[in-house]
């Protein structure tokens, strides 16, 4: 950030006109340069000083009353103390509030945010809206966004245009619902069903569970049914146990184990109801079916991958023996191919495909991968699958080299969930240290994405001078690259994934803490920008939901 742009910045700060998005840049600037809060409070000062003399030409200020002790050393001083005293609390005030704003954690609480369904507020802790969560789906298609996996249900009418969903309620009731299908979830004990099939289990503490539809209620009494509707009618089908139906044009009637019925007429033969085969009890079997046919995709576009000369790095943390630390590179056309990554104090643990130590927890205070890429490149792409459990470090690595030398890149998770990226541009003839121009996304991250499998990807196009931010295989931010920032012989060499490492012949044990909160089961690095196409297709081949 140049002098000129900084003080601009700060001057916005102080006078509380500063938008959103330069809040956060300043701020991010503060926590890494010490130049740049040196600079903030020389300018806060400032401008107490400057508002204290316009507040004695205009008469605003008024003199404290003292006592006779001190009128006699206000009489012996040189400086008149009407000056002074409020001088020196303003500074005092400046002093005070710099310090206790310099020891906050830089999550950026102090507005209220809204981010898909988690809600922050300044004085209140993260809260999330729902009643259910999506368990699993195999080939959903959903009406406007897509709900992933472990994702909360939305209020409101939901639309499953095509394929299965189970969903669990947060009453312990199981239920899946095959599209086309029209419902709300109105509470963790009751969904409306416009239109569509679904099959419920419903455990003892959820007795009492209820489906509305468009011709009456279907009440549990300790079950599990499935059920028809449609704007007209309604069926109900009793797999197991007993339902009390409730019709709306007739009298209430139970049913039991193998009974069904309409729910516009009051006559126990009537109705034909269509049965899931596939209850919540088998749905992880079915699901494990469609996601072979994935497994088997993903491994077939490692082929792809591994035979394009741009690959520098290719890992992929499963691993038959579940002691060794070593992880191999899958890369193997590109000259300056990265070495194998040595893996430190990581666990393993299982993967997005749901194989046991087939990817590394990075968690533990003090791991991470450590790798060597050799040479120098025109362009670069990074990119990973990872599980975050939490953004509570300041800096969340994904991947950061040595020292962060000049040409070199670092790529990072800001604590308030936006992906950073830079490459540190040499210094120049008037320069007097290198400099590092950082590019932000903004915040893709929220609460209720803790735990599940996310691709992200960056990508630094020399060509076309563009960074750009990915998530799950959609950009989330672009930005130009200018001619002052432009970098293109980038170098890489002694690096860590998901953590930072200083040089390593430092002998000072302290270190700054990095490292991810989460885990990772694969890494790939190009010596070029990859296309967005070609970004989408990757995320497509290797996600479990698609």
Known sequence: MKALERDELIDSLIEGDITEADFL????????????????????????????????????????????AAEQRRDRSEVPWQVIWPWLLSVAASVAFFALWMSRPFDSPRVAESMGSVVRSADEEPSAQGFAIVSAQANATWDGASLEN??????????????????????????????DAVFSIDSPMQITMTRGSGRAQVPEPAKGFRVKTSSGDIVDLGTEFVVNANADDAKVLVVDGEVEIQPTAASPRRLLTGEQANLDRDVPDQGTVTALM??????????????????????????????????????????EVTWSRTVG????????????????????????????????????????????????????????????????????????????????????????GRLFFSVKKPAGQHDEKPRQHIYYSPPFWNTSLSGRWLMIAATYDVENRRVRHFVNGKIVSEADITEDALVDAIRIGDASICNWSEPMYRTDPTFVVRNLNGCMDEFALYDAALSSKEILNLYRAGSPDE
């Not at 072979?292 to 992929?316: C, F, N």
């Not at 450590?370 to 040479?375: A, F, L």
């Not at 975050?388 to 000049?406: C, K, M, P, V």
């Open 278 to 319: 596939v209850g919540p009890s088998e749905f992880q079997d079915h699901v494990a079916e469609q996601t072979s046919h994935q497994i088997e995709r993903w491994r077939a576009s490692h082929s792809d991958m591994q035979s394009d000369p741009r690959l520098l790095g290719h890992y992929v943390m499963e691993s």
């Open 25 to 68: 840049r300043l701020e991010a600037e503060m926590s890494v340069d010490a130049e740049v809060r040196q600079a903030y409070y020389r300018r806060l000062k400032l401008t107490h000083l400057l508002r204290l003399e316009a507040g004695d030409v205009s008469g605003q200020s008024s003199e404290p009353t003292l006592t006779p």
């Open 329 to 416: 590179n899958r890369a193997m056309q590109n000259p300056n191919v990265a070495s194998e990554g040595a893996a430190v104090a990581a666990r393993r643990v299982t993967n997005r495909w749901g194989h046991r130590d087939a990817a590394l927890d990075f968690s533990r205070l003090g791991s991470r991968m450590r790798v060597q890429v050799p040479g120098e490149h025109v362009g670069l792409t990074l990119l990973c699958w990872v599980k975050i459990n939490s953004l509570d470090r300041w800096y969340n690595a994904l991947f950061l080299t040595d020292g962060h030398e000049d040409g070199e890149p670092h790529w990072q998770i800001m604590n308030d």
């Open 150 to 179: 472990g994702s909360l249900v939305p209020t409101g009418e939901i639309r499953l245009r095509s394929g299965l969903a189970h969903l669990e309620f947060f009453s312990g009731v199981q239920m899946v619902i095959e599209g």
